[in-house]
């Protein structure tokens, strides 16, 4: 055969460019182990060497054939399953036979010497016994000086598929792995079985050059119909291959006879043809369609995850900035809504609060107002007048002091409801109720005028609650305000001393309704006094309040703003990474789809070239 | 009462029990007829595995197969008969007669008009020795589990042909046992290496090689509990033996006169043995027919057989039957299963009823649940065949000679006393005796040796019970 049979392979070929762009691909989207693959594979596909397996069903006649092919018993043939190991058959110089113990392939892509496999040199025409009896881990390889194998074609025996013994046929399959061609071998007596059919259609997805081979042709009289029907029937799977028949034991024998006549009866002299056509010469168009299958297997894996990814960016649910953006704006507005609200609130309940103090005080002053005439009714002013001026003063300090402690309470309940009413849910910070109130708590000075004294009780219940704390707070306020003078009651006056002891009896009536008189003027200055102080006071609470509240809302309203604030731009962040992510992405899957259609036309390149493009 | 009597039994009993259930009262009677009837013995394997010609073989006619237009493959009984008679099971209509014949030891059979998802079957009654007691099952190849099942309900036995170890038939032979009852009862298989005479390519040493084969299979790892017995058959030779002809047997000698370099030459291959480039005094039509008669190999080993001196059709036919394999299968045929027609046949109406306690579960069944499990577990039948299929597939191991006995007294090289007992002839009743007391004491002593292991003793004490068994069976004579 000579030169036209070495193969020479240009570095610019489209496959090779394919083959690299994959590989860079697998890189960039950190799958070493893809790129390993492919790049063990590359360097195969540089070699000027042809891998074909030769597959089959338990028996079919592999080893024969591939003794038949090169003339030499290399190969071990048996009636019982009897391949169990894969012999590669190479050319070489001088006949040369070895057993080589495999590398585990554990490891990834380790390069050392350790991992060099120990290699067993045999002498040629004992090999075949030999690989009978190894291990699955040690495989045959035979060099013979050969034509057909000097034009760079290597023969792999395998071990049977299909069988009941399922563990050999993993060395099978990694024979296919790197396979450029395939022969699968099936023989004339039966036609192809359904699981022959199933395992070519595998086979052809994973390396376009498949070849059919019939064999024992010699033992079966109908072998041209058993052709035909197999032809048929691979026709009707969609598998385009062809079907070789021959004749192993007539390859043989025509050899040991040097019998031309009878080599060509064997079939081997069209399976040769073939072979060198289909396989040898078609170096190019084997690469290009190894490399598709790799690398579109390759792509796919790559676009996989790819495409999820880019559904997700695009479809997937929101991100958490996003979220908190959200909830911060619906807080910014739930506040809002309520701040309208609670400052009509306050207005009203002082109102309230105003009219209902003002009435408990009148009940409380006529009742004093009334009891004062009753006494007067009976007793004589002159003689009685000090005893009762003590009795008004302390009743009157009663009032103010129990009248003052309600307003209190009132106070307290409305800061109470105004603060449940601003309140979110995670309430006013503890710092806002707190702040500036305690510090009161020590230079708390109740007044004391004359009797009137706000007692401590008032304040002794105000800490518990937010609107205790409040008021507690506001007690310096409270506590200064100007309640009553003094009650002036001097006897003086109000009688004129002497003259009334000289008055006649007759005048006890007049001097009681002065004394009745005297009392209800002084209570009604009580009132009135008080009544005002009490009103101002309430005022001044209430502006205090809302002052207060006025004060916690801003710093709420600002706080959430602030929080929605950074939200939305955390949330814009987001969006454009994500936006940015998808386009990513979608660029990285477009780039990949133009590898794909790359390597699509690599097997059917009458497509035009633009669409490569 | 024997086991098939308490089949039987039980069978009435459910069909009493479930005489409102329309569909299950179908299916018992059916079985209670079963039970009387000869074995069904079906013809199972791959495509093209050789089936139709090993039931040609077993026959000694050309019967199968039967086809409809489109070469598709029909399933059909061969049921023996006064007559050839042929009737049809169409799938949606009663049955019914289609012609048929028998002309120069050949069926011939009118299936015009009938395609084939038409049919479910096709009886044939067919008069032969062969199938007085045995009704054979042509199947369609198993590509599909269909026909599996199918045959597992059909049939007691199964012969399943294959050409070497697939994994499909691992598969196939495993389905059959996907019941619970046919594990207890195991093994109602043979695994029939079939066209042995291909093996090796048909070198001339094919049929011993094929013989080896066959014998390792017998203890394949992946064969183990799935059949009783594995025979190399060649059902070509086997068929072309049984039917050979004056005409044929003159051409045959023809060839064997021929000089023997000039032979050589012809039967480099198939093509050129029929070829005219080939100075034989034979005509090539001759040459084909004989060919599609015998096969390559057939014609290497019946013109060395004549040289050897077989030269009549008596004695080359004799030589061809027992070469083939077809002696051997029939011998395993009646140890395994024609021998023990009740235990098969009771086994199938067993696993019919188990199927309707299944199906149709009810309280008042519960009973007979607990009667159908112990019977399987206790009949002693079933013992001897789990032990027979224990001791094939070397999960129950005993000592050497131990074996070999154990295995011939629990039925394994055929259920009749003698056979028992290891007499190839005739034996009195006084001999037969003295065999199997010597047997049942020397069994006693094992079931309580010690040094054997606990599932060993347990096979000893299945030998002492088979041992009683024939003692009771002796006393009664
Ligand atoms: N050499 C040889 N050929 C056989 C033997 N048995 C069958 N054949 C051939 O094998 C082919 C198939 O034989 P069949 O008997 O029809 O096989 P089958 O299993 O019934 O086939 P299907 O019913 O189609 O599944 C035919 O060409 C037979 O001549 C045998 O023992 N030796
Ligand atoms: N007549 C004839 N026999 C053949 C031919 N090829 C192989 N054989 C025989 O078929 C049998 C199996 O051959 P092998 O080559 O061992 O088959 P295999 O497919 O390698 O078998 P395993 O390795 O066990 O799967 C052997 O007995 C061979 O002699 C042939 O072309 N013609
Ligand atoms: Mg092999
Ligand atoms: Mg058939």
Not at chain 1, 265 to 282: A, H, I, M, P, Y
Not at chain 1, 370 to 383: C, G, L, M, N, Q
Not at chain 1, 387 to 394: A, H, K, N
Request: charged fraction near 25%.
């Amino acid at each position: 055969m000579g030169e036209h049979g070495t193969l020479v392979r240009v570095r610019t070929q489209p496959w090779l460019s394919v083959l690299d762009d994959t590989i860079a691909a697998c890189i960039t989207h950190h799958r070493t182990d893809l790129a390993g693959r492919l790049e063990t594979r590359r360097s195969l596909l540089l070699e000027p060497k042809l891998r074909v397996p030769v597959i089959g069903e338990l028996n079919q006649g592999k080893s024969q054939l591939v003794n038949a092919l090169v003339n030499a018993n290399v190969c071990a043939v048996g009636d019982d399953v009897t391949t169990i190991t894969p012999t590669t058959v190479t050319h070489s110089q001088k006949p040369v036979a070895a057993l080589v113990a495999d590398v585990p392939t554990s490891g990834r892509r380790a390069i050392g010497p350790s991992n060099e496999p120990t290699r067993i040199p045999v002498p040629v025409d004992e090999v075949a016994r030999r690989a009978l009896v190894s291990t699955p881990d040690v495989h045959a390889e035979v060099g013979l000086p050969r034509e057909l194998l000097a034009a760079g074609l290597v023969l792999i025996d395998t071990p049977a598929l299909n069988s009941t013994g399922a563990l050999r046929t993993a060395s099978t399959f990694a024979a296919l792995a790197t396979a450029d061609a395939v022969l699968m071998i099936t023989d004339a007596t039966g036609e192809l079985c359904a699981s022959e059919l199933d395992l070519l259609k595998e086979v052809t997805s994973l390396c376009p050059v498949v070849t059919v081979v019939l064999t024992k042709i010699d033992i079966v009289p109908r072998w041209r119909k058993v052709a035909e029907r197999n032809r048929a029937r691979l026709a009707a799977a969609g598998l385009r291959v062809k079907v070789v028949p021959v004749s192993a034991s007539v390859r043989l024998a025509a050899a040991q006879t040097g019998d031309k006549q009878l080599n060509e009866e064997s079939g081997f002299g069209d399976l040769v043809r073939t072979l060198s056509q289909d396989v040898l010469k078609n170096g190019d168009a084997i690469a290009r369609g190894a490399t598709a299958v790799l690398a579109a297997q390759a792509t796919k894996e790559l676009i996989g995850p790819l495409t999820t990814a880019l559904t997700e960016a695009r479809t997937g649910e929101q991100g958490r900035a996003q979220t908190l953006y959200r909830a911060a704006q619906h807080r910014l507005d739930e506040l809002r809504r309520r701040t309208t609200r609670w400052q009509t609130m306050l207005s009203d309940e002082v109102a309230d609060l105003i009219s209902d103090v003002e009435y408990d005080l009148r009940d409380r002053t006529r009742k004093i107002i009334r009891s004062a005439d009753e006494f007067f009714d009976s007793a004589d002013p002159a003689k009685t007048w000090d005893d009762f001026g003590e009795w008004l003063r302390e009743a009157l300090a009663d009032t103010a002091e129990v009248n003052f402690a309600w307003l209190v309470e009132r106070f307290q309940w409305v800061a109470e409801k105004i603060a449940r009413q601003v309140a979110l849910e995670e309430a006013i910070p503890e710092d806002v109720a707190a702040e500036g109130m305690l510090d009161h708590v020590g230079g708390l000075e109740p007044p004391r005028i004359e009797k009137f004294t706000i007692g401590q009780q008032v304040f002794v219940g105000l800490r518990g609650s937010y609107g205790g704390l409040l008021m507690f707070g506001l007690a310096t306020t409270i506590a200064g305000m100007p309640l009553i003078n003094p009650i002036s009651l001097s006897a003086g006056a109000a009688f004129g001393a002497k003259s009334i002891w000289d008055e006649r009896s007759g005048r006890l009536k007049r001097r009681q309704a002065l004394a009745k008189q005297t009392a209800q003027r002084h209570v009604d200055d009580f009132f009135l006094s008080y009544g005002k102080a009490s009103k101002d006071t309430a005022r001044q609470v209430q502006r205090k309040l809302r002052d207060h509240f006025q004060a916690v809302v801003e710093r709420l309203q600002s706080g959430i703003a602030e929080q929605a604030t950074v939200a939305k731009r955390a949330a814009e962040a987001e969006l454009a990474e994500r936006r940015r992510r998808s386009q990513e992405i979608a660029a990285e899957v477009d780039r990949l789809a133009v590898l794909h259609k790359r390597i699509q036309a690599l097997v059917a390149p009458a497509a035009p070239r633009e669409l490569t493009a | 009462m024997t086991l098939a009597d308490r089949a039987h039994a039980m069978l009435r009993e459910a069909l009493d029990l479930y005489r409102d259930s329309p569909r299950a009262t179908n299916w018992l009677r059916h079985h209670v007829d079963r039970l009387a009837e000869p074995l069904r013995v079906a013809v199972a394997g791959q495509p093209e595995a050789g089936k139709s010609t090993l039931v040609n073989s077993l026959v000694g006619e050309e019967i199968a197969p039967l086809s409809v237009e489109g070469g598709r493959q029909i399933l059909t009984w061969y049921r023996g008969g006064m007559n050839p008679r042929a009737q049809v099971y169409p799938v949606q209509a009663p049955p019914r007669d289609v012609p048929a014949a028998r002309m120069g030891g050949r069926l011939h059979i009118d299936l015009e008009g009938w395609r084939s998802d038409q049919l479910d079957r096709v009886i044939v009654d067919w008069p032969a020795r062969t199938l007085r007691g045995l009704t054979l099952i042509d199947t369609p190849g198993i590509d599909s589990s269909e026909v599996g099942s199918r045959i597992s309900l059909d049939a007691d036995a199964v012969l399943y042909l294959m050409r070497q170890p697939h994994s499909t038939d691992v598969g196939f032979l495993q389905s059959l046992q996907d019941h619970p009852i046919a594990r207890e009862a195991p093994v109602n298989s043979i695994v029939v290496l079939s066209r042995a005479d291909e093996v090796g390519g048909g070198r001339i040493d094919a049929l011993t090689s094929a013989k080896q084969l066959a014998r390792r299979y017998r203890t394949d790892v992946g064969l183990t509990g799935l059949c009783q017995n594995a025979i190399a058959v060649s059902g070509l030779l086997a068929h072309a033996g049984r039917t050979l002809t004056e005409e044929e047997m003159v051409s045959l000698g023809v060839l064997a006169q021929a000089p023997r370099r000039q032979l050589e030459t012809a039967m480099v291959s198939a093509d050129r043995f029929v070829g005219d480039g080939v100075p034989l005094r034979l005509d090539s039509r001759v040459r084909l027919a004989l060919l599609e008669r015998f096969g390559m190999f057939g014609i290497r080993l019946v013109t060395t057989l004549i040289r050897q001196g077989f030269t009549t059709v008596d004695a080359l036919s004799a030589e061809l039957v027992t070469r083939s394999g077809l002696a051997e299968l029939r011998e395993s045929i009646r140890q395994c299963f024609t021998d023990r027609h009740d235990v098969l046949k009771a086994r199938s109406a067993l696993l019919a009823l188990e199927v309707v306690l299944r199906m149709e579960p009810r309280p008042a069944a519960r009973r007979l649940v607990s009667a159908l499990e112990a019977l399987v577990v206790s009949a002693h039948d079933f013992r001897e065949l789990r032990l027979l299929a224990a001791l094939h597939g070397g999960r129950t191991t005993l000592p050497d000679p131990l074996a070999d006995e154990a295995r011939r007294l629990v039925g394994g090289v055929g259920t009749a006393l003698p056979a028992r007992l290891g007499f190839e002839r005739e034996a009195s009743g006084h001999e037969l005796h003295d065999a199997v007391s010597d047997a049942l004491r020397r069994w006693q002593e094992q079931a309580e040796n010690h040094a054997l292991g606990t599932g060993q003793r347990r096979a000893a004490r299945v030998v002492v019970r088979s041992c009683e068994g024939m003692v009771a069976q002796l006393t009664r004579i």
